[in-house]
């Protein structure tokens, strides 16, 4: 469903700002092993968790022409299997309970992470040092082969995106010849074809060695342990080369070049890009600031000059990219189809010569240092994954030399003053423009010593996953409230749920749509505050708020200050009780609206989202339209901005919802702000979707939906579920995790691993009530459309019994469950996001204690069954999204091929 961001979430109020706020360190120790391999060790004992995370100083800007994408073919090469575990990472991974599991490679660093038990920090050490120490003799013919073809599916997804071909388009047209960042991330295609098992065996030995790597041990270890055991995995390995290293290389061309693209989209987009220095330099932060001042969100000038005063644009960025030798500051703006983009572009440079002429008000510059004061707080909650406290030291220490450098430029950016971005807007943005223009291209057809490496270390067992306790009231009005209490930071996040959701479009007269709708306007006004006011003030007090509505739900989020939590309540009561529906932003998201369809039927995979409620429940059931939730064109420009106030007028009632609280407060300190501000919420009765049965289909049925031009074809097979039954559900979850829920998945394996035909493949079962739906499928290669379908069909009967689920499958899938379940409610929103699950789906405070033994005493019985409750033995339905003129004719050897449109429609 839609989900629509309000305001940056966690953030201080300006007043405290004003005299200076205080920025809380990372706290670490390091040390350096004998072969020169450094360790920083960061403690934070909230949950039995440990962050490991292993940066390498090696990136795309250490290839050379000709020699491109090595830095991200590793990537996929190190998780494929070492010298003395052969086979994929993900398989001891994910059976380890690894959460927040990854790897990613920029121009500068490639990076390996993840969050295990502490039980099972021995297993991760011992298989990242494998890879590290022990990996060229596993590096095969056969599996370059494999990971190449991986690589270059991954590369064909990304360009066949709507707008994909971007990036790759500036970094050849802003930088040199010869500049480190003059070559796309992912490398091209020939380089990656002429690769040689020689060439990347000398590409590891170069860059791969603990004197050019990090790691960072985050979370539930101490410094002598993680000495002890980092010297026992890593110390035997043999320190790396002497490298060269790119100094500091910022262009800094004169005058204006211009370049256009065309691509197969609907709206022109506009991208204004300026050289900047590097990450570390002094300006850096200043022109940070510059950049949300332009372009940081809804209260930016460019946002309020362009899409709500001129109504010429949809979407309006800014950023500062900095990197490790040179930076890029970007205007990208979203046009609206037909809108000069001549005009766009002067009306950017009229603001900018504005700003550097005049400067920012103090109290817009105070609130957008608060914005980013919370965004680096908001990461201090997290000891993993992307953007965490082992990810802020790794970068850190990296990149700029210091792991302190996230703080320290933090507090740099405290200290700017409106003369600093002047003087910086001035330097840096005022020559040396580069202009690139994406115009829609007509719609047109073409005629044509070490540790015992014998074995992995079995991790100690999962520990007992503790919720904290709830505690419960009711207003007097019939608000329900649950709470639970936790003090490790101070905020505090509310979820109201509210019953209804995208369901109720059904019983609106305009229909699909008008749900996500009324939610994406809840920050448009309301009978107090205008739009613009409502924003600053979210920004101002350190409020976040999102508002969404899933199939059964409208969910609005609140995120807060312990601080100011009274003044938020108030105007998060304010948005939920007040909101006013303004006519001209109803007009304005309404046309947005309809740009967004547009732009979900360029999308392969959102287009296949879009089909499938309209084919499996036909029109007239609630859960027949897109499952987006974004509705019809003709639908939502019927609609009228009165439908939307009536819907909330009808829905909206406190004994029809639910306010889920938690964080630092209790209570009883909550009930009186709560009986100030929700108390006054009139109640009374609020109407009911009846959602009837629907029935599976008869006859395996192909839809195709055309795609001309596309390279890939969207191929999933969808069917409709029974409904939720909590006593089944973890054996439907274990399922899912063995077809397509894992990276080790039968789906992923086949089609990925085994085939190459795909970037990834994987399964879903949709969370609603009534009938549910399953998808699982993949975006394959256009000329293995056919045979995708045959594979599906193969693993569908496959799983019904023709390839039985094994024991083995099973203890891998109840590992991966319930070990990953220790971090699973880290933070503040995480544990208010599982408070509300219980409540959406009416089970005990118990259930994610008992979730663990009731995962682990499945049998593949219970799974067998599970299968066949879910998975239709017969007539499955499959939706295709393709090129017909490449795909239909194979698709049919198939079977009954019907063609669908883009609303899901049965074309005759």
Do not use: C
Request: aromatic letters at 6%; hydrophobic letters at 40%.
């Amino acid at each position: 469903m839609l989900m629509k961001t309000l305001a940056p979430l966690l953030v201080a109020s300006a007043p405290l700002l004003a005299t200076g706020y205080p920025v809380p360190p990372v706290e670490y120790q390091a040390f350096t092993l004998s072969n020169g391999l450094k360790v920083l060790v960061h403690e934070d004992h909230k949950a039995p968790i440990v962050a490991f995370n292993i940066w390498y100083h090696v990136g795309s800007k250490n290839e050379r022409p000709g020699r491109t994408g090595f830095a991200h073919l590793f990537e996929h090469l190190m998780f494929n299997g070492s010298e003395h575990f052969n086979d994929d990472y993900f398989k001891v991974l994910e059976g380890l309970g690894a959460t927040d599991l990854n790897g990613t490679t920029n121009n500068d660093r490639t990076n390996y992470f993840e969050n295990v038990p502490t039980s099972a920090l021995d297993a991760v050490l011992w298989m990242e040092s494998d890879r590290m120490g022990h990996l060229v003799g596993a590096i095969t013919q056969a599996r370059l082969d494999e990971q190449r073809g991986v690589v270059q599916n991954e590369k064909r997804e990304n360009d066949n995106q709507p707008y994909g071909l971007v990036e790759e388009a500036l970094a050849r047209g802003t930088y040199p010849p010869g500049h480190p960042y003059s070559w796309p991330i992912l490398g091209a295609m020939e380089d990656l074809a002429a690769a040689s098992v020689e060439d990347v065996k000398a590409w590891f030995r170069r860059y791969y060695g603990p004197t050019n790597a990090v790691v960072v041990l985050a979370g539930d270890i101490d410094l002598k342990t993680a000495k002890a055991k980092m010297e026992a995995h890593f110390g035997a390995i043999p320190p790396g080369d002497p490298l060269e290293r790119p100094r500091a290389w910022v262009p800094r061309p004169v005058g204006i070049r211009r370049q256009t693209l065309q691509d197969r989209v609907s709206q022109p987009l506009l991208n204004l890009v300026w050289h900047t220095p590097e990450d570390a330099h002094p300006e850096t932060v200043r022109l940070d600031l510059l950049a949300s001042v332009l372009g940081g969100g809804k209260t930016s000038r460019l946002y309020r000059r362009l899409v709500e005063q001129e109504q010429i644009a949809s979407q309006v960025e800014a950023s500062n990219y900095s990197r490790e030798i040179a930076g890029q500051f970007k205007v990208e703006v979203l046009a609206r189809p037909g809108a000069d983009l001549g005009r766009i572009e002067g009306i950017i440079q009229e603001e900018m010569a504005r700003l550097f002429e005049q400067g920012p008000a103090e109290e817009e510059l105070a609130r957008l240092k608060t914005v980013h004061y919370a965004n680096y707080l908001r990461r201090l909650e997290r000891i993993g994954g992307f953007g965490g406290k082992s990810d802020l030291l790794a970068g850190g220490l990296v990149l700029d030399g210091d792991p302190a450098f996230g703080a320290r430029s933090l507090k740099d950016l405290l200290d700017v003053r409106p003369e600093d971005l002047k003087a910086a807007g001035r330097k840096w943005l005022s020559d040396g423009l580069f202009v690139l223009e994406v115009q829609p291209f007509p719609a047109a057809r073409a005629a044509g010593s070490d540790v015992d490496r014998s074995r992995v270390p079995v991790p100690g067992a999962a520990p007992a996953l503790t919720f904290p306790r709830l505690h419960r009231a009711t207003l007097a009005n019939g608000l329900r409230v649950v709470l639970a209490r936790r003090d490790a930071a101070p905020v505090v996040q509310f979820r109201l749920l509210v019953e209804g959701g995208a369901a109720v479009d059904a019983q609106v007269p305009s229909g699909a749509g008008t749900a996500t709708l009324a939610m994406a306007m809840l920050d448009e006004g309301t009978r107090n505050l205008g739009a613009k006011e409502l924003r600053e003030q979210f920004q101002s007090l350190g409020m976040g708020l999102t508002a969404r509505a899933s199939l059964n739900q409208f969910q609005v989020a609140m995120g807060a200050l312990k601080p100011n939590l009274d003044r938020s309540l108030e105007l998060f009561a304010e948005v939920v009780l007040h909101p006013s529906f303004p006519a001209p932003a109803f007009e304005r998201l309404r046309k947005e609206r309809i740009l967004e369809i547009a732009q979900e039927k360029e999308l392969p995979e959102a287009l296949a989202g879009r089909v499938v409620g309209p084919l499996l429940f036909g029109r007239a059931h609630p859960y027949g339209n897109p499952l987006t939730g974004t509705g019809f064109e003709r639908t939502v420009a019927a609609m009228k901005v009165e439908e939307l106030r009536e819907l909330h007028r009808a829905w909206f009632r406190p004994g029809n919802a639910t306010l889920v609280v938690a964080g630092n407060v209790g209570l009883e300190e909550l009930l009186p702000g709560l009986q100030r501000t929700f108390g006054t919420w009139a109640p009374g009765p609020a109407p009911r979707v009846p959602v009837p049965p629907a029935a599976p289909g008869g006859t395996t049925t192909i839809y195709l939906v055309d795609k001309p031009g596309s390279i890939q074809s969207v191929v999933n097979m969808v069917a409709i579920v029974p409904p939720r039954w909590e006593s089944d559900e973890p054996a439907v979850q274990a399922l899912n995790a063995i077809l397509g829920g894992m990276f080790t998945a039968r789906l992923n394996m086949n089609l990925r691993e085994d085939k190459h035909w795909t970037y990834g493949a994987r399964a879903r079962v949709y969370g609603s009530r009534g009938p549910r739906q399953i998808h699982a499928g993949a975006s394959v290669q256009t000329d293995r459309t056919k045979e995708t379908v045959q594979e599906l069909e193969k693993e569908m009967r496959g799983i019904l019994g023709e390839r039985p689920i094994t024991a083995q499958e099973l203890a891998f899938a109840q590992r991966n469950l319930t070990l990953s379940l220790p971090g699973a409610f880290e933070t503040t929103e995480a544990l208010a996001a599982g408070m509300g699950t219980l409540q959406t789906w009416n089970l005990p405070d118990d259930h994610f204690a008992t979730f663990v033994p009731r995962v682990n005493a499945l049998t593949v019985a219970d799974l067998d069954a599970a299968a066949r409750r879910i998975i239709p033995a017969r007539g499955r339905t499959y939706v295709v999204v393709g090129d017909r003129a490449k795909v239909e004719k194979g698709l049919r050897e198939l079977g009954d091929v019907k063609l669908v449109d883009a609303d899901g429609a049965v074309l005759p």
